[in-house]
């Protein structure tokens, strides 16, 4: 295994060829499970294309043990499969404000739009306080809309853990919001 980072960091195509047969399973379920309910089996694949050429660009700054190498690149699976969500629901909403606008003129409906897309970047930004941990879970339960056996399957952790850290990070995330509603 040290052998084959080794090998990944001085670009050898051999090395990039092994992990790709050992990793391609566990790499295209964490795109998978967070790309093709929002977004379709063609940015799930496409993702994984991505994560593949970004361990193979950043292989030179892994420095760990070599039994840290996977939970290095599902990480890096995860973030990149987020990105390209959020890419995703940016240009979902731009359509829904553009297709609005043209239908018939009405700014109702894009005003709905833009206090969700308000709403929603507050509670990202609140999101930011939190843990990594939990604010992980978070994006996945409530932006994501993975189940918590979803989470914890993904994450490596319990159920029970899952649950745990959302309710504890409801509690943190309301104490937020009250704390930022009495200072305005």
């Not at 990039?16 to 089996?41: A, E, Q, W």
């Not at 994984?48 to 990480?75: C, E, S, Y």
Request: hydrophobic share 35%; net charge neutral.
């Amino acid at each position: 295994m040290e052998d084959f980072i080794v090998r990944l960091k001085r670009q050898d195509e051999q090395a990039l060829n092994y992990l790709i047969d050992t990793y391609m399973p566990f790499l295209k379920g964490i795109c998978r499970h967070i790309l093709v309910k929002s977004c379709g089996h063609q940015a799930a694949e496409e993702c994984l294309n991505d994560v593949f050429m970004m361990i193979w660009q950043k292989a030179d700054r892994f420095d760990g043990d070599p039994t840290d190498f996977r939970k290095w690149a599902g990480t890096l699976a995860k973030y990149k499969a987020i990105d390209v969500y959020r890419r995703h629901q940016k240009l979902q909403l731009k359509e829904a404000v553009s297709s609005d606008i043209r239908n018939d003129g009405q700014t109702y409906d894009t005003e709905d739009a833009v206090l969700r897309s308000e709403s929603r970047n507050e509670m990202l930004y609140r999101l930011q306080e939190l843990p990594e941990n939990d604010r992980d879970i978070f994006l996945m339960k409530y932006y994501l809309d993975l189940s918590n056996g979803e989470i914890a399957e993904t994450l490596g952790v319990t159920l029970s853990a899952v649950e745990n850290r959302l309710y504890r990070g409801k509690r943190k995330l309301l104490n937020l919001i009250e704390r930022k509603e009495r200072w305005t």
